[in-house]
């Protein structure tokens, strides 16, 4: 991963103001030199030709050559006067190479002019550019003393300043170390965010706020995990207990299949063919009792695992019709009774008929001979309904949803006469079922005119009307 | 008269074993038992069976392993038994060449009632059984006397057959109640009902076939006991 460079900021400030400073003060001096420069050099040629321009004046005013030259001359101006018979006045050099008449021009450092004289003579003059030269070497040399102690004080300075300036930065720092170091809650909170510190104290606002949310998000997700393991832990003992009950309670036909089995032996020719088949069918009876209740106990495990249905389009009323037969095939002395309308619902055929056949098998149990049993189809909105009802004792209203706990019996009474009995199992089955498929089973209030006990199984009708037509195709074809 | 069908029965439970080969002895076809498949190979040779009851979890060799070994080497039927209800271990079953898979605990009646079902399919059982001059035509229900079809209920008729497929032996009431009715049915007066129904539309067309043998029960055969 690449890092990010964080080089010094104050020497990067530092430097960079000092070369700035540096090459400002050689741009001054190089300027302020050619300057000097400049200026001398026009004084120097205003005062040579000025000093020309009298030359010739007096010249026309015939003043002689020993004149002229003294009142020319003077401490920056030479001349060199040579008349036409070849004597030479003045006391400058004779300029060489010899120039050409009437412009200025440079020789070294002096700048030179020639004149012809109306009296035939000619006229050097030389401006010294020494003292000129000397000044500009003296200027040079200030400039390069001053420039170089203005940039050493400066870069000096320098380093106090920028630290100065630099101190919101250390002190943004140090208020992120103690939000590090535990002050959460608190922010930065630039006055001025647009400025590069205020953009830095925000992004790092910015990455504290969502750090704290992962943080918290964390938090949360642990105490769901604890949770979750809490209710795991406790559905484990749940299931542990069920699977000591549901033990216990297969030992009892177990018993009774070995009981009847050691008398038909120990019996032997004694027992005759009527008592030998009577104990054989107990037998058989009993042995059939522990397999209901293993096929129970499947059933639940299933439940709980999470069941799974092959749903189809199912008619609820058809159902119901199917299991009423059956029940009266069993129960010749009850009135049982179907009604309501066709209604469709998506579910399981043979699970939702194992929840018919059990409400009908109470329903059977606990109503005495002579009474009836009421079976219901209806649909409200999304919901599909089928109530069973009764003409017996009833569930009292306390006991109404303990009914659905796994191997509870509400009396005591096992053995009936038909051999027919579900350990308490059938309704927590029932219900696990009615559940799977997103709906419910419910012990309700009675309502007259059957007095008995009432279960209400709803099951969820897709709402969507496509859905159900689609149903109602599967069906008709 | 064919020779009895021959049923092989392998079946590591030995109360399951001896019960099924009692029952399918009971159906006059001709037995024999293994307590698992280390040696099936030679067992099929020796003992060319029509149909085999094989249970899926075995000892020593996987039942699907067997299921294979049998249809490669014969054309014996083959039923499977098994405790495991899901439908794919019943489709695997059926998938892999069984004609028939039966789930436990299991009613040995239907047990029987599927063996036999797969013989007459392959044509090693008799499709009707003959008493007297009664005919049943075993699979599709039909009961012929001199001639003339009988008119029976659907319990008549699954009373008939079951006293047809025990011809020549008493039965007890309790044993056709159960063996008809189921073994939660507990009133034997529907047996005594359903009988009488029975013999009427039996004798109407001839001389007594089903008869009453007291203390013990009935008995369907031509000759009266």
């Known amino acids: 991963m690449n890092r990010l460079r964080t080089a010094s900021l104050r020497r990067r400030v530092t430097v960079s103001s000092v070369l700035v400073l540096t090459v400002v003060v050689l741009l001054l001096a190089v300027f302020t030199d050619v300057l000097f420069a400049a200026q001398s050099n026009r004084e120097m040629r205003a005062s040579l030709l000025e000093r020309t321009r009298l030359a010739e004046q007096l010249a026309r005013r015939g003043a002689g050559p020993r004149e002229l030259v003294m009142r020319i001359e003077s401490a920056t101006v030479k001349v060199r006067l040579t008349t036409p018979a070849g004597e030479v006045f003045g006391h400058a050099e004779p ?83 103690s939000i590090t170091r535990g002050d959460r809650g608190r922010r930065l909170a630039p006055d001025r965010p647009n400025t590069e510190l205020g953009r830095a104290a925000r992004a790092f606002d910015e990455m504290l706020d969502a750090l704290e949310g992962t943080e918290r998000q964390a938090r949360q997700a642990e ?92 008619d609820l009323l058809a159902l119901a019709v199917a299991a009423v037969e ?38 059977r149990r606990h109503t005495p001979d002579g009474g009836r049993v009421g079976v219901r189809v209806t649909r409200s909105g999304g919901v599909a309904e089928l109530t069973v009802t009764d003409t017996g004792p009833g569930v009292p ?81 | 008269m064919r020779s009895a069908a021959r049923v092989l029965v392998v079946e590591d439970s030995e109360a399951i074993r001896a019960a099924v080969l009692t029952a399918l002895r009971d159906a006059r076809f001709t037995v024999h038992g293994l307590p698992d498949g280390s040696n099936l190979e030679r067992e099929l040779e020796a003992f060319r069976p029509d149909l085999v009851v094989l249970d899926v979890m075995l000892p020593c060799r996987d039942g699907f392993a067997l299921l294979d070994v049998v ?28 004609d028939d898979y039966v789930v436990k605990p299991f009613v040995l009646a239907e047990l029987v009632a599927r063996v036999t079902a797969v013989l007459r399919r392959l ?57 008809v009715w189921g073994y939660d049915a507990y009133d034997p007066n529907l047996v005594e009902v359903h009988v009488s129904a029975l013999r009427r539309k039996i004798e109407a067309h001839g001389p007594r076939l089903l008869h009453t043998v007291r203390g013990l029960g009935y008995v369907l055969r031509a000759d009266p006991p």
């Open chain 2, 123 to 179: 044509g090693r059982a008799p499709s009707t059984i003959e008493v007297g001059d009664l005919v049943l035509a075993a699979e599709s229900g039909v009961a012929v006397r001199a001639g003339q079809r009988l008119d029976l209920t659907a319990t008549e008729l699954r009373l008939l057959g079951y006293l047809a497929a025990q011809r020549g032996r008493v039965v007890s009431k309790t044993q056709i109640l159960t063996a």
């Open chain 1, 397 to 477: 209203p306390a006991d109404r949803e303990r009914i659905f706990d796994r191997l509870v019996r509400l009396d005591r009474s096992r053995a009936r006469a038909d051999g027919s009995d579900g350990a308490g199992l059938g309704l927590a089955i029932a219900r696990g079922i009615a559940r799977a498929h997103g709906g419910d089973l419910r012990c309700t209030d009675p309502a007259p005119p059957w007095p008995g006990a009432r279960f209400t199984l709803a099951l969820p009708v897709p709402p969507d009307p496509l859905a159900l037509g689609e149903l109602q195709f599967h069906l008709r074809n």
């Open chain 2, 71 to 98: 249809r490669g080497r014969t054309d014996a039927g083959v039923v499977m038994l098994t405790a495991r209800d899901g439908v794919a271990d019943r489709l695997r079953g059926l998938d892999r060449g069984a």
């Open chain 1, 95 to 177: 300029p060489d190479p010899q120039p050409p008449v009437g412009q200025l021009y440079r020789s070294g450092d002096d700048l030179v002019s020639v004149r012809r004289l109306p009296s035939g003579a000619e006229l050097v003059l030389v401006a010294d550019g020494g003292p000129v030269t000397n000044a500009q070497r003296r200027l040079r040399r200030l400039l390069v003393i001053v420039g170089l102690f203005a940039i050493g004080i400066a870069a000096f300075v320098l380093t106090g300043t920028v630290r100065l300036a630099l101190a919101p930065l250390d002190s943004m720092t140090a208020l992120a170390k």
């Open chain 1, 223 to 314: 105490a769901l995990a604890r949770h979750a393991e809490s209710v795991a832990r406790a559905s484990e003992g749940r299931t542990r207990r069920f699977v000591a009950d549901a033990a216990h309670e297969l030992r009892t036909p177990i018993a009774g299949v070995q009981a009847a089995a050691e008398a038909v032996l120990q019996a032997g020719t004694q027992a005759g063919p009527g008592e030998r088949e009577r104990l054989h069918l107990l037998l058989i009876r009993e042995a059939r009792r522990a397999g209901r209740l293993v096929e129970d106990l499947l059933s639940l495990a299933r439940i709980d695992a999470g069941l799974e249905l092959h749903r189809e389009p199912v």
């Open chain 1, 326 to 363: 059956r029940t009266r095939l069993l129960a010749p002395a009850l009135t049982i009774e179907v009604a309501g309308d066709p209604v469709l619902v998506p579910a399981d055929p043979e699970r939702i008929a194992q929840v018919l056949a059990n409400l009908l098998d109470n329903a």
